[in-house]
């Protein structure tokens, strides 16, 4: 092998070292076949990237991205986890706290073994969320066991305390200070239950008559004006009818008006009577009944009239316009002339100059 082949094949292999080496200093090993999920938190609580990911406290994987969504509202993490270990569904990831000082990871809360169907495939998101600090370093049997064995300690403490100040046989002058307080307290509560009682029976009864008193002085107060008022108008009305004789005014008003009404029922019956006539006669005139009918309903009728009142005006316009037509005198025995018809005969106009002519 040559010198610069040498040269070349050790720098190819610096160079493959150098680039493990980096993504292993990430947290992903090159060597090492993985699959990529996802999961979205609102808040990973300072987790970065080659963080741990554990289940049951084994790392199968690598936190391999912590980025910022777009919208600023939520965090995606990408986990690089073996190729060997399936997820089934219902897996989620929890951001834990590793160390008090600050150290974190995720771990894998796996429901249990899945098949193909029931499997996340790789690219999938997972569901996930924050723990406490509290949460994350105790573990959840061991926080459930921490809680109850507080609750028992709190319980003992605070039971001694109640039995050393409230037992009637405890001695201390703090227990009888409690015992001498519980009775003062006893005390004050029953005089104050029957205060509470006497007073509102009391309240009730003053409140109720200052009601009524208000209620009907009240009334005289607004009723003053009116009171004096009405008994004025009375004493001015019997003064009234003391000093004008009212029952024969009254009796010669009702005569007086009994008169009118007769004479108004008589009015109306002529009336009445009128107005029957009336609508006979025009009842007739409908029916054609009599000249007037006749000339409202007979047609040929008016039409005849018409026809002679137009025949006697142009009679009349022709005896002034030419009277010696119809009024011949001659003395000396004169010869009458022909009558020639003027031009401007109202006649011609009406086409009755042949008649006229006639």
Known sequence: MSYEMRIGLLAAITIAVTVWGYKFMKGKNLLKASNTYYVEYYNVNELTATSPVLIRGLRVGTVAAVELSDDLQSVTATLDIERGILLAKGTEALVVSTSIMGGKAIVLKVPGPCEESDCHTPGDYLPGRVQGL????????????????????????????TDSLTSPKAASEIAKSFRDIQMILANIEGITRQLNTSMEDYDKRILSTLENVD??????????????ETLSNLRKLTADFNDADIGNKVSGIMTSAEDVMGSLDATMTKADSALIQINILLADMNAGHGTLGKLMKDEELYNNLNSTAHDLDLLLQDFR???????????????????????????RQSGTVDTLNN
């Open 134 to 161: 509290f949460e994350s370093l105790l573990g959840d049997s061991d926080m459930e066991e921490y809680i109850e064995k507080a609750k028992e300690g709190l319980h003992e403490v605070f039971g001694s305390l």
């Open 215 to 228: 209620t009907f002085t009240g009334g005289l107060a607004e009723s003053t004006e009116d009171i004096s």
């Open 321 to 347: 316009l030419n009277p010696k037509r119809y009024v011949n005198v001659s003395v000396f025995g004169k010869k009458q002339k022909d009558y020639a018809v003027p031009e401007d005969d109202p006649a």
